[in-house]
């Protein structure tokens, strides 16, 4: 639990911000890069991005740090052995239960394979004990949770790196579009035989 009068219980990972974010990369992933949704496709857009960040917001939620991904967090010396720290933690709020894991296990500096990847999303639900022995059922929920989350925090992230470059003027980031771009596939991939949102999402981004 948080420490009573901690910041981040007055801060949430809401419908507009999510909202927000995947309108982003909608503005900087593919307006500003030349490649628009064709003019048919944009209210299929809006009303998938409407649907998808409702879903998001309304998950199971808990803290989230927000940036949860290897650059931030450091192996600094302990007194007995060394330890794990987390920096840039200032945007931290409530979100999302597996938002951190999607930002960790689907970094875009990173790349582990899927059984790597539902391995460790096993450890979580052991670790937080979602369910007892961890059902089938409850094991797909998870992972669909993941997948979901996946293609909203990936999307953003590309349509930021973008932005950190023609704002910004810092194109170092601009590599990682592409394999961000495909850890998004990945997820709708999985989610598509059984989620039509995302099986026209994915179409949608074909295109």
């Excluded at 944009?42 to 650059?71: C, E, M, T």
């Excluded at 979602?130 to 089938?136: A, V």
Aim: glycine share 4%; aromatic share 10%; proline share 5%.
């Amino acid at each position: 639990s948080l420490p009573e009068g901690c910041v981040v219980a007055s801060r949430t990972f809401d419908f507009d911000l999510l909202r927000w974010e995947i309108e982003h990369f909608k503005e900087w992933g593919l307006d500003a890069r030349d490649k628009p949704l064709a003019p048919d496709d944009v209210a299929k857009w809006n009303r998938i991005a409407d649907r998808l960040a409702r879903r998001v917001a309304d998950l199971p939620s808990g803290f989230v740090h927000r940036d949860y991904q290897s650059r931030n967090i450091m192996v600094v010396p302990g007194r007995h052995e060394p330890r794990l720290v987390w920096i840039d933690f200032q945007d931290a709020l409530l979100g999302p239960r597996v938002y951190d894991l999607v930002a960790l296990l689907n970094d875009s500096y990173q790349e582990f394979d899927r059984a790597f990847v539902e391995a460790r999303l096993t450890d979580y639900a052991d670790a937080a004990a979602l369910s007892r022995g961890f059902s089938k059922e409850s094991r797909t929920r998870l992972l669909d949770e993941f997948d979901l989350v996946t293609v909203q925090r990936k999307l953003k992230d590309a349509g930021r790196f973008v932005f950190i470059d023609r704002q910004k003027g810092n194109p170092s980031f601009l590599k990682f579009v592409t394999p961000t771009i495909k850890k998004v596939g990945g997820a709708l991939a999985r989610l598509a035989p059984h989620d039509p949102d995302m099986a026209e999402l994915r179409e949608i981004l074909k295109r």
